[in-house]
């Protein structure tokens, strides 16, 4: 069963989350990119399924995970092109967030028809994903204080583990928002999400 678009979109949340960006090649540009690639979208996976069973372990193994990356982005950091380099350090983010894509603030703009890839950390189920992403529409913001750009950009295809943890992340969201207006109303709301 596919969820189209539009049933995506109604799972749609404003938050702040810890995240980086940056941009990518379409298609990896090496062949050892490329395989790197396969890998790291394989463990992603596995770690996505490991979080099910235990969160425990697999917030160790996203540790690891993340720590072999810096040391490579250190090992190649000097002689990169700098816009295609590592991700800049993660920063707490205004963000759009649905099934479908994402919008989210940044310092530096990226034009449409790019491509990016997005560390994200879904707190609200602990977990840390890499998205990647077509940008579809760049903004200038429109807060003085905070020059910058708006983008959004929608979800690549094959990547149905990451987008089914945006999803869960949005739900969580949501259902956290009822329990508070439920609150404010003096109504408690059960929780359904219990094992």
């Given at each position: 069963?596919?969820?189209?678009?539009?049933?995506?979109?109604?799972?749609?949340?404003?938050?702040?989350?810890?995240?980086?960006?940056?941009?990518?090649?379409?298609?990896?540009?090496?062949?050892?990119?490329?395989?790197?690639?396969?890998?790291?979208?394989?463990?992603?996976?596995?770690?996505?399924?490991?979080?099910?069973?235990?969160?425990?372990?697999?917030?160790?193994?996203?540790?690891?995970?993340?720590?072999?990356?810096?040391?490579?982005?250190?090992?190649?950091?000097?002689?990169?092109?700098?816009?295609?380099?590592?991700?800049?350090?993660?920063?707490?983010?205004?963000?759009?967030?649905?099934?479908?894509?994402?919008?989210?603030?940044?310092a530096t703009n990226a034009e449409e028809g790019s491509y990016v890839e997005v560390i994200l950390s879904l707190e609200s189920i602990d977990v840390e994903i890499t998205v990647r992403m077509i940008i579809i529409e760049t903004r200038i913001s429109a807060d003085a204080?905070?020059?910058?750009?708006?983008?959004?950009?929608?979800?690549?295809?094959?990547?149905?583990?990451?987008?089914?943890?945006?999803?869960?992340?949005?739900?969580?969201?949501?259902?956290?928002?009822?329990?508070?207006?439920?609150?404010?109303?003096?109504?408690?709301?059960?929780?359904?999400?219990?094992?």
């Open positions: 069963y596919e969820m189209s678009d539009n049933q995506r979109d109604f799972y749609r949340i404003q938050d702040r989350l810890l995240m980086a960006w940056r941009f990518v090649e379409a298609e990896a540009v090496t062949e050892s990119e490329s395989a790197l690639s396969t890998v790291n979208r394989e463990l992603e996976e596995e770690l996505l399924e490991l979080h099910d069973e235990s969160p425990e372990t697999a917030r160790v193994f996203t540790l690891l995970n993340r720590k072999i990356e810096l040391l490579m982005s250190y090992g190649q950091g000097a002689d990169k092109p700098t816009n295609l380099g590592g991700f800049c350090d993660k920063a707490l983010v205004d963000v759009s967030l649905s099934g479908s894509g994402m919008g989210y603030f940044s204080e905070n020059p910058g750009f708006w983008l959004r950009g929608r979800f690549l295809e094959d990547q149905d583990k990451q987008v089914d943890a945006v999803v869960a992340h949005v739900n969580q969201r949501q259902f956290e928002q009822l329990q508070r207006r439920a609150k404010a109303n003096g109504t408690p709301i059960e929780d359904t999400n219990e094992d």
